[in-house]
């Protein structure tokens, strides 16, 4: 049972205009977002985050939006650059029973290919 | 910066053999974490460690164990390595507490033979 969707499993984009990359949840006891950006042969790094008590958070060219009642999470890249080529994770997390521990659950990716 | 490094980039092994990876990170993490990835599937978690000695099982530990003798390493073992385990393997760490990020290392590609 997939917890975490991306439903899109690439996207193409001109340079200069926006990506909306999008991410589906499940489980309403997530109650923390993140986007990972990871290219060939790399580690995931870390790109933006939010909780759930916010519906916005905005990083220089990337804002990531949040609807609980929909659970749907989206990140904007604008504008795109050819080097926001890569494939971006979505993730989730829910506070443990027991306290402050958390794991990540993650989407199975999107690769964005941002054409010059 | 956060530095999380992994012993191998690239390693290929035969089926049956006994294989270590090995992760160290240098930010006194208290958290650490082994995925796969695989294309289509995204990152799936093996395993993961609270703390020296603690271990949980992710969604996917059949055929892994882990090992957790210092806060900064974080050992994944495949006891009898097979062919469907040829993946690439990710380290993680974040420290104790509430919304804390997890920071990767580069990650070792594994082919098993």
């Known amino acids: 049972d997939q917890q975490v969707k991306q439903n899109s499993p690439s996207l193409s984009v001109q340079e200069g205009r926006i990506s909306i990359l999008n991410c589906d949840y499940t489980?309403?006891?997530?109650?923390?977002f993140l986007w990972y950006k990871k290219y060939p042969a790399e580690g995931p790094t870390f790109l933006i985050s939010i909780s759930s008590i916010k519906d916005k958070n905005e990083d220089g060219r990337f804002t990531v939006f949040l609807n609980k009642s929909a659970k749907h999470l989206s990140l904007h890249i604008v504008p795109s650059q050819p080097g926001d080529s890569a494939v971006y994770f979505c993730a989730a997390s829910a506070e443990n029973s027991g306290g402050s521990n958390y794991k990540l659950t993650f989407g199975k990716g999107t690769l964005l290919t941002v054409n010059p | 910066d956060v530095k999380v490094t992994q012993s191998s980039r690239y390693l290929v092994k035969r089926t049956g053999e006994k294989v270590f990876l090995e992760c160290v990170q240098d930010?006194?993490?208290?958290?650490m974490f082994w995925y796969r990835q695989d294309p289509g599937l995204g990152l799936r978690l093996i395993y993961f460690s609270y703390d020296v000695k603690m271990k949980e099982k992710g969604d996917i530990p059949e055929g892994y164990s882990v090992s957790r003798e210092k806060k900064e390493r974080f050992s994944l073992i495949l006891e009898s390595a097979s062919t469907n385990q040829t993946s690439m393997y990710l380290c993680?760490?974040?420290?104790?507490?509430?919304?804390?990020?997890?920071?990767f290392g580069p990650g070792t590609r594994l082919l098993v033979l």
């Open positions: 489980n309403s006891m997530f109650d923390y």
């Open positions: 993680a760490s974040s420290p104790a507490g509430t919304l804390e990020t997890q920071y």
């Open positions: 930010m006194d993490h208290e958290n």
